[in-house]
């Protein structure tokens, strides 16, 4: 996938790609292309182009016809989306735009984002159904059109998943023809889908993905066990059940949340006995956030949003979020998306994650290191004091020009969508449901034992364990995929699917810098319950009345 998938779409302008109708409505594409559909869709080279397509919607920018999504997908906005409305990170006083909205809590149903991601992941959606309905009549043996089929499957239940653990139920598209004044689906339909998706693609996927950061059976089977666990966890936790007098759609209440974590136990573990994915050493840990180093990401990483290695107009703007704040020059980022000094708090000494994910700011003082065969410049370390600044530097650019053709503005680095580590904790979370705590705390040791600084004389992973060691095996649970995952795209699901949301976020101490204070007390002060789920978006709405609109928006 690296150099193919997410290239601009004039590059794959004649793979059959997807546009909007004239009145913007997602629900309805049609194919794009000089050919008709019928005399495009017929070799098995044609079908697995067409499957560039499905993929390139996770993170596009601009979808054919014009339609712009600067902020609805991973390419920038999700990351606002996903990991706000959590202790994680705040908006600043800076942060004036629509994105700025998911960290204070005050998105609506017209906020322009919302409209994005919808659109954006529809088509996604919308591709997947035209390379599994199509390839049924194609001349191309039985077993190329199951592996086609799986990959567009595994695509169409990723999409639908960011969907509906967002906005709840989402009307069903599930064929080239749909009718664009469906109505949303509940939960129970739409996750039926999800998971006959899932298991098709796990059941049929190669162990070794056509493409090195695509779907392989792998990657499915993590999916279709954090799916799982989702499921489980939503209905243990009656989530939503308030709400389901305005909204009835979003009810978990058909889940067996016994039989979901049975299941977890088997896909996860599976995945962590049998797959070729390793957690990469400690000297190799901050070589999973660079951007030269894709190598390394493709040991541990079963699924990335990829970025081609070469320029293009259709580069990362990760570097506005998650790199150190600085001067573009140095890969740094604009510093209006700063992290807690609670998340900051929640690492103890001698974890080197720590240093890794929350840092000072580069300045014409940074020095620079060379890490596998490219040079980074080196941010300066957070402060501890309280009311100091500190930034999301997890991720780091490599020195303009001495990696890739890109300039100071633009960025190559792939994004971890999903990494054995969130696997393995997974699988600790699904063996606590099913009595082997024991087994589920070992894994936390394991995930510790990487993340021990080297340097360090006293700490051990004894130390870090005894550090985060909580009674409540749930709050220890979520305290690690905090450290591990932070500003991976996790935070604001887990909160709600644990039913956290509300506690966290009232607890959450104002403190910090001044930015970051007044960041907490504006999603203090917009939080209310309902806004667990987003809304559907006005235009789409405006567009077809049948959709209902979440509680209380």
């Known amino acids: 996938m690296k150099k193919y998938i997410f290239k601009s779409l004039a590059a794959s302008f004649l793979l059959v790609l997807l546009t909007a109708c004239q009145d913007n409505a997602f629900l309805n594409q049609a194919p794009y292309s000089f050919t008709t559909p019928d005399n495009f869709y017929k070799t098995e080279v044609e079908f697995k182009n067409a499957l560039v397509g499905c993929y390139e919607a996770i993170n596009t920018s601009a979808l054919p016809g014009g339609a712009w999504v600067p902020d609805g997908t991973y390419a920038r906005g999700l990351y606002y989306v996903l990991e706000g409305c959590s202790d994680n990170v705040v908006a600043t006083s800076a942060n004036t735009y629509a994105s700025g909205d998911f960290e204070k809590a005050s998105y609506l149903p017209n906020n322009v984002n919302l409209g994005y991601f919808w659109q954006a992941y529809y088509v996604g959606i919308s591709r997947c159904n035209y390379v599994i309905d199509k390839i049924q009549t194609a001349t191309i043996s039985d077993s190329s059109k199951t592996l086609i089929v799986s990959e567009a499957r595994f695509m169409r239940a990723f999409y639908y998943h960011h969907l509906a653990s967002c906005f709840g139920g989402v009307p069903l598209v599930t064929t080239s023809t749909p009718d664009m004044k469906a109505p949303r689906a509940d939960l129970q339909s739409v996750y039926r889908l999800i998971v006959s998706d899932l298991e098709y693609a796990y059941q049929n996927l190669k162990t070794t993905p056509t493409y090195k950061s695509g779907a392989g059976k792998w990657a499915a089977g993590a999916y279709l066990g954090t799916v799982y666990n989702y499921l489980a966890s939503c209905k243990r936790y009656s989530v939503g059940v308030s709400l389901l007098p305005k909204c009835s759609l979003n009810s978990f209440e058909w889940v067996n949340a016994d039989s979901m974590s049975v299941k977890a136990v088997a896909v996860l573990g599976d995945v962590v006995a049998q797959s070729p ?66 998340l900051y708090k929640a690492y103890a000494t001698g974890d080197i994650r720590l240093k890794q994910s929350i840092t000072g700011a580069y300045s014409s003082s940074s020095l620079k290191e060379t890490v596998d065969k490219a040079d980074y410049y080196v941010p300066a370390n957070a402060s501890a004091t309280a009311g100091s600044s500190r930034y999301t530097g997890k991720f780091r650019l490599a020195v303009p020009g001495t990696f890739s053709n890109h300039t100071s503005s633009d960025c190559s680095l792939n994004y971890p969508l999903m990494r054995l580590a969130d696997v393995k904790l997974q699988l600790a979370e699904a063996l606590y449901f099913t009595n082997r705590e024991p087994e589920a705390r070992a894994i936390f040791t394991e995930i510790r034992q990487r993340v021990v600084d080297p340097t360090s004389k006293t700490v051990t992973v004894l130390t870090l364990n005894t550090a985060y060691n909580k009674a409540d095996f749930v709050q220890e649970l979520l305290d690690e995929r905090r450290r591990e995952l932070c500003f991976e795209s996790k935070r604001r699901i887990d909160l709600i699917r644990f039913d956290k949301t509300t506690q966290v976020i009232q607890n959450l101490p104002v403190e910090g810098s001044a930015d970051v204070q007044s960041g907490i007390k504006a999603l203090k002060d917009n939080w209310t319950y309902s806004k667990i789920w987003l809304p559907i978006p006005q235009t789409e709405i405006d567009l077809n009345p049948n959709l209902v609109q979440n509680a209380d928006y």
């Open 277 to 342: 994915y390793v957690l990469v050493s400690t000297a190799e840990y901050s070589y999973l956030f660079r951007e030269a180093t894709k190598s390394y990401q493709y040991k541990e990483c079963l699924f990335l949003s990829e970025w081609s290695d070469g320029y293009s107009d259709r580069y990362s703007t990760i570097t506005e979020l998650f790199t150190p704040q600085g001067a573009a020059a140095y890969g740094g980022s604009n510093g209006r998306h700063l992290p807690t000094f609670d």
